[in-house]
């Protein structure tokens, strides 16, 4: 439990609700992969005002799970902002897609869902 995400600002802000807790589980299983499918599309086809929209979308939810990878999606979002058509960000969007495909597996199985 809790080896691709962390539960301590969760619980922090749910006052260690743990109903509370379990819904903020699962809106991030049901929203984050859309969002990230999202960002791999644009990514891919160099759509940088949607990677932008979508990496400033993700960061806080990655923030809050504490996924590890917040300055990677903060380098995606500057990417795709002020469209860094000379920056490779293969190493640090591959890292983020792990990242959160890890931490959505491991909250669906923690959780049940």
Same mark, same amino acid.
């Given at each position: 439990?809790?080896?691709?995400? /962390?539960?301590?600002?969760?619980? *922090? +802000?749910?006052?260690?609700?743990? #109903?509370f807790?379990?819904?903020l589980?699962m809106?991030?299983? *049901? *929203?984050?992969?859309? #969002?990230? #499918?999202l960002?791999?599309?644009?990514?891919?086809? /160099?759509?940088?005002?949607t990677?932008?929209?979508?990496?400033h979308?993700? /960061?806080p939810?990655?923030?809050?799970?504490e996924? &590890? @990878?917040?300055?990677?999606?903060?380098?995606?979002?500057d990417? &795709?902002?002020f *469209?860094?058509t #000379? +920056?490779d960000?293969?190493?640090q969007f591959?890292?983020?897609?792990t990242? @959160?495909?890890?931490?959505?597996?491991?909250? /669906?199985?923690?959780f049940?869902?």
């Open positions: 439990m809790e080896r691709h995400y /962390k539960l301590y600002r969760v619980r *922090e +802000l749910a006052d260690n609700d743990e #109903d807790v379990k819904a589980a809106t991030f299983i *049901e *929203e984050v992969p859309e #969002d990230l #499918d960002l791999i599309t644009a990514v891919n086809t /160099k759509d940088y005002n990677s932008y929209q979508m990496a979308k993700l /960061k939810t990655v923030d809050l799970f996924l &590890g @990878i917040l300055d990677d999606i903060i380098e995606i979002q990417w &795709g902002k *469209e860094k #000379d +920056l960000i293969t190493p591959n890292k983020v897609v990242a @959160i495909e890890q931490a959505v597996s491991e909250i /669906k199985s923690d049940s869902l």
